[in-house]
């Protein structure tokens, strides 16, 4: 069973920076694309960014020009740069991993923007 393991949240002061990790317990052949999502309490999961296989990245609105979607294929993990942080941005953070008929989630590393 494959695992993707989230980690790097915390609490951070507005305009600060925090890099998320997603790294899986093995090698998951088929994966074509990472994604990061968040959620905050009573909001809908929503979409962040996303990379592909080939490199190409996607991002939200919210947060194009702030945050930074990367993967390492060697350490089969996924990153998100996160600078300029605001108090919105508090929310869980999840990773997703996705290919033909795959379909893994992390658990989630909670990011608090507070003074």
Known sequence: QVQLVESGGGLVQPGGSLTLSCAA??????????????????????FLATITSGGTTLYADSVRGRFTISRDNAKNTVYLQMNSLKPEDTAEYYCRWSGLGLDYWGQGTQVTVSS
Do not use: A, L, N, T
């Not at 317990?25 to 929503?46: C, L, T, V």
């Open 25 to 46: 317990s093995r090698s998951i052949f088929g994966i074509r694309s990472m994604h990061w999502y968040r959620q905050s309490p009573g909001k809908e999961r929503d």
